[in-house]
Nanobody
Framework: QVQLVESGGGLVQAGGSLRLSCAPS????????MGWFRQAPGKEREFVAA????????IYADSVKGRFTISRDNDKNTRYLQMNSLKPEDTAVYYCAAGRRPPGDIWSDYDYWGQGTQVTVSP
């Protein structure tokens, strides 16, 4: 069974940093485009960032541009979301996703999802 497993979430003060990781189990996602989404309580799922299979294309939501960096290490079969200058409004469950369609902000374009990791930013 294919699974994506996120890790690295936690509680941090505003202005702090966290690095989320996403590693698949059951298969390799080397040629898959990857995305990160988040969902806060009572809100819709929101696009955060995406990266193509080679790492040559990255896309960010305006709300995180300049603060978050998406990357991938295909040798380790792991994807990352480095989050700096965190704000309380970044508090959400963060999900990684994988798909073969071009990387973008449409959640339904992704075929595989992780279970999510909680990120909480205190004021």
């Amino acid at each position: 069974q294919v699974q994506l497993v996120e890790s690295g979430g936690g509680l941090v003060q505003a202005g702090g940093s966290l690095r989320l990781s996403c590693a698949p189990s059951g298969r390799t996602f080397r040629l898959y485009n990857m995305g990160w989404f988040r969902q806060a309580p009572g809100k819709e799922r929101e696009f955060v960032a995406a990266i193509n299979w080679s790492g040559s294309i990255t896309i960010y939501a305006d709300s995180v541009k300049g603060r978050f960096t998406i990357s991938r290490d295909n040798d380790k079969n792991t994807r990352y979301l480095q989050m700096n200058s965190l704000k309380p409004e970044d508090t959400a469950v963060y999900y990684c996703a994988a798909g073969r369609r071009p990387p973008g902000d449409i959640w339904s374009d992704y075929d595989y999802w992780g279970q999510g990791t909680q990120v909480t930013v205190s004021p």
